[in-house]
Nanobody, 120 residues
Framework: QVQLVESGGGLVQFGGSLSLSCAVS????????MGWYRQAPGKQRELVAS???????VYADSVRGRFTISRDNAKNTVYLQTNSLKPEDSALYSC??????????????WGQGTQVTVSS
């Protein structure tokens, strides 16, 4: 069993900041890729940012320069620091991780999501 526990969402004013975190626990060999996705009502889910185990990052164009993804491999936790938030950043933010259970046994897991709402 693998559990993902997300925290840090909430209501913030335009230009504000929020720090999201997602902790992975359970029985597994290693956590490989980690990332954050978001989905606003009526829109498709989109990648916000991802980070490899070695620390390579990818950002959506809409958040580059405002959001920072990081991870702590010892704690199996991924973070998303969101700054200069805009109303269009409002969405349900979900953590996604690729967990290795052994050689050629990698599985995808999703968190339940944490709501981010930015007021104008």
């Amino acid at each position: 069993q693998v559990q993902l526990v997300e925290s840090g969402g909430g209501l913030v004013q335009f230009g504000g900041s929020l720090s999201l975190s997602c902790a992975v626990s359970g029985s597994f060999f290693r956590v490989d890729g980690m990332g954050w996705y978001r989905q606003a009502p009526g829109k498709q889910r989109e990648l916000v940012a991802s980070i490899s185990r070695s620390g390579s990052t990818v950002y959506a164009d809409s958040v580059r320069g405002r959001f920072t993804i990081s991870r702590d491999n010892a704690k199996n936790t991924v973070y998303l620091q969101t700054n200069s938030l805009k109303p269009e950043d409002s969405a349900l933010y979900s953590c996604n991780v690729q967990v290795s259970h052994g050689p050629d046994q990698t599985r995808d897991y999703w968190g339940q999501g944490t709501q981010v709402t930015v007021s104008s």
